[in-house]
């Protein structure tokens, strides 16, 4: 069982859509990170979120953090080819020790 | 700066060999881990350090060991490869934990064990 599901699992859509990508849990977070992956290299960060209810903007990014902790959300607007990857978000929750865990990823493919 | 570098970049293995996978940055940071990364699964911690002579365990860290004698350099050990190591490994560092600050990932060691 993950412990950070993440929704949907495969989303493909056409250029200047948007789209929002889910993470949820049932445990309590103290932060939680949002990462794009592209084939053949490692994650990269987006965004850290630590405050119940906090938003984050990265220009057509917007990434939420819910107020009980336990969920996220990243809403790209008017998506391009260029957003296509793998989208992961992870987090720190006490009761597994605060070691970082992932959810299994969101792909995202923009067509143009 | 080089940042995080991994090497190999492949690597195929027979059950039961072992091996060593390279991890090395030169950002100055002290938190460096070590990932797999699965179809379907996330990544997963197997072990991370939080200073030169302090390593623990994450989350899958059964077959794998590590020592940290340096702040640069991190390796992972397999001492007897299984087919269940498969996978795509990553390791990463930053100047304190994930939660923190920007966690760096190196490009990844792909291996296969047969």
């Known amino acids: 069982t993950q412990l950070l599901e993440q929704s949907p699992q495969f989303l493909s859509i056409q250029e200047g859509e948007n789209l929002t990508v889910y993470c949820n849990s049932s445990s309590v977070f103290s932060s939680l990170q949002w990462y794009r992956q592209e084939p053949g290299e490692g994650p990269v960060l987006l965004v850290t979120?630590?405050?119940?209810?906090e938003v984050k903007k990265l220009k057509r990014l917007t990434f939420q953090f819910g107020d009980a902790r336990k969920d996220s959300s990243l809403h790209i607007t008017a998506a391009q080819p260029g957003d296509t990857g793998l989208y992961l978000c992870?987090?720190?929750?006490?009761?597994?020790?605060?070691?970082?865990?992932f959810g299994a990823g969101t792909i995202l493919r923009v067509k143009s | 700066n080089a940042g995080v570098t991994q090497t190999p970049k492949f690597q195929v293995l027979k059950t039961g060999q072992s091996m060593t996978l390279q991890c090395a940055q030169d950002m100055n940071h002290e938190y460096m881990s070590w990932y797999r990364q699965d179809p379907g699964m996330g990544l997963r911690l197997i072990h991370y350090s939080v200073g030169a002579g302090i390593t623990d365990q994450g989350e899958v860290p059964n077959g794998y060991n590590v020592s940290r004698s340096t702040t640069e350099d991190f390796p992972l050990r397999l001492l007897s490869a299984a087919p269940s190591q498969t996978s795509v490994y990553f390791c990463?560092?930053?100047?304190?934990?994930?939660?923190?600050?920007?966690?760096?990932f190196g490009p990844g060691t792909r291996l296969t064990v047969l």
């Open positions: 992870a987090g720190e929750a006490m009761e597994y020790g605060n070691k970082l865990v």
């Open positions: 979120v630590v405050t119940g209810g």
């Open positions: 990463a560092s930053s100047y304190t934990g994930p939660r923190t600050d920007t966690q760096y």
